[in-house]
């Protein structure tokens, strides 16, 4: 994608390289969410090529559901911020580039906060389970263990691959795929070492961002609506007017706490029918709804497709996975 791109490219983008259903929040689906050239280029059934470099156009959010991998990232440019696994991190490349990586171990919710005129250029290699089993053997055990982010050192020919991946044409010939695939094993062989020495890892912890007073009040409204206190009881606890907290609510997440509470509701059913196996009936109850046609008007109105579309696409893709 090269120019100007909406929120509609993006995700459309995502489900064709990486099966990622992504949602911006609050915008519509034709809004501009950035000017550049966002790159997701699959190398294999294993590793997936994500190269950035653009100019973010609105103060917002996207929100995707990560699956087991570990995505190694060389932030060149920018401010990048996200939270996964319900942790906050901020890596900023203003004073020099930064390397970092996302263990993933299970199926994650994973938000991506975007700001508006913020320039990002960056680089991120998405590897399979699978890949680091057949190369990593026993070591892949002590990698393996819980989701977590680690901060890598970052050597001066790590950075000039990263620039070099960059320059990789969105539709490569033969001979540019596999000069690419050159280049990605070289870059692996710089942060891998690293990632498999625990002893030299820099786990990163939660970070709160430069208004840590806002983050603060932010994270303690999502900690007190998930807790399933109402909007009145929140803006008592928190001593604020009712409408102060919406309005800082929605200038924070770009929607109503209510929209929220019911966004998180219908994760938490998406989760449970991914991973736990829940049927349709015990999702739409675990999301608070008495009726399942609510639920599943509600869920395809979030997500694009109905819980059972969304279960059988998976199954189909896990299927396909192991026959292959």
């Given at each position: 994608?090269?120019?100007?791109?909406?929120?509609?490219?993006?995700?459309?983008?995502?489900?064709?390289?990486?099966?990622?259903?992504?949602?911006?929040?609050?915008?519509?689906?034709?809004?501009?969410?950035?000017?550049?050239r966002l790159s997701f280029l699959p190398l294999s059934d294993d590793l997936q090529l994500h190269?950035?470099?653009?100019?973010?156009?609105?103060?917002?959010?996207?929100?995707a559901e990560l699956q087991p991998s570990v995505n190694i990232t060389v932030l060149l440019k920018g401010v990048v911020e996200f939270r996964v696994a319900n942790k906050y991190y901020r890596f900023s490349a203003e004073n020099a580039p930064q390397a970092f990586v996302n263990l993933i171990t299970q199926p994650e919710p994973f938000?991506?906060?975007?700001?508006?005129?913020?320039?990002?250029?960056?680089?991120?290699?998405?590897?399979s389970p699978r890949w680091l089993v057949a190369r990593l053997s026993q070591q892949y055990q002590s990698l393996f263990t819980t989701?977590?982010?680690?901060?890598?050192?970052?050597?001066?020919?790590?950075?000039?691959?990263?620039?070099?991946?960059?320059?990789t044409?969105?539709?490569?010939?033969?001979?540019?795929?596999?000069?690419?695939?050159?280049?990605?094993?070289?870059?692996?062989?710089?942060?891998?070492?690293?990632?498999?020495?625990?002893?030299?890892?820099?786990?990163?912890?939660?970070?709160?961002?430069?208004?840590?007073?806002?983050?603060v009040k932010k994270n303690k409204i999502i900690d007190l609506l998930s807790e399933g206190k109402s909007v009145e009881q929140v803006a008592l606890e928190l001593a604020m007017s009712l409408s102060s907290l919406q309005r800082f609510f929605k200038r924070s997440f770009n929607t109503t706490?209510?929209?929220?509470?019911?966004?998180?509701?219908?994760?938490?059913?998406?989760?449970?029918?991914?991973?736990?196996?829940?049927?349709?009936?015990e999702a739409a109850y675990l999301a608070h709804y008495d009726h399942v046609a609510n639920f599943i008007a509600a869920f395809k109105k979030q997500f694009g497709v109905t819980p059972m579309q969304f279960v059988?696409?998976?199954?189909?893709d896990t299927l396909g996975a192991t026959s292959g």
């Open positions: 994608m090269e120019g100007n791109i909406s929120n509609a490219e993006l995700n459309n983008k995502l489900l064709l390289a990486s099966g990622l259903n992504c949602r911006i929040n609050g915008f519509d689906i034709e809004q501009l969410i950035a000017i550049g190269t950035c470099q653009c100019i973010e156009q609105q103060q917002t959010s996207s929100c938000t991506r906060y975007l700001q508006k005129h913020q320039e990002v250029e960056k680089v991120t290699l998405s590897v989701t977590k982010v680690i901060e890598l050192p970052l050597q001066t020919k790590a950075i000039s691959l990263s620039q070099q991946l960059l320059q044409p969105k539709q490569p010939s033969l001979a540019e795929r596999l000069e690419c695939e050159g280049v990605v094993m070289q870059w692996l062989s710089c942060f891998l070492p690293h990632l498999i020495d625990s002893s030299n890892q820099s786990h990163v912890m939660y970070k709160q961002p430069f208004h840590s007073d806002i983050e706490p209510k929209q929220y509470v019911k966004q998180s509701k219908l994760n938490k059913a998406r989760h449970a029918l991914l991973v736990e196996g829940l049927s349709i009936g059988k696409a998976h199954r189909s």
